[in-house]
């Protein structure tokens, strides 16, 4: 009787953080960029699944955050823009 109800409470605590809308932190394994405290659920290709990761900082690799489940490679930090000052160069996080 005593292992069901610590299965049971372990159970609950486990699913509380969810009910709470509790996020996710870096590292974390996720399905949709929601979950994320950071806000991006960035696509592992070795490993298969997705992991919350920090947005892209200045002068970094970046995609705009799309209507999609994950990133292939996270969208900027808040305050700075998402672009290429060159087509043959890759999107970069510049200051607004």
Do not use: Y
Not at 10 to 19: D, E
Not at 43 to 62: H, I, Q, T, Y
Not at 72 to 86: A, F, R, V, Y
């Amino acid at each position: 009787m005593a292992a069901a109800v610590a299965l049971l409470v372990a159970l609950l605590l486990s699913c509380w953080g969810r009910l709470l809308g509790r996020k996710k932190t870096n590292g974390d394994r996720c399905s949709h960029h929601s979950e994320c405290f950071s806000d991006c659920c960035l696509m592992d290709l070795n490993l298969g699944g997705a992991f919350c990761a920090a947005k892209a900082r200045k002068n970094m690799a970046c995609l705009p955050q799309t209507k999609g489940a994950t990133n292939i490679i996270c969208p900027c930090k808040m305050g700075l823009t998402c672009s290429s000052k060159d087509m043959m160069c890759p999107r970069r996080c510049h200051l607004i």
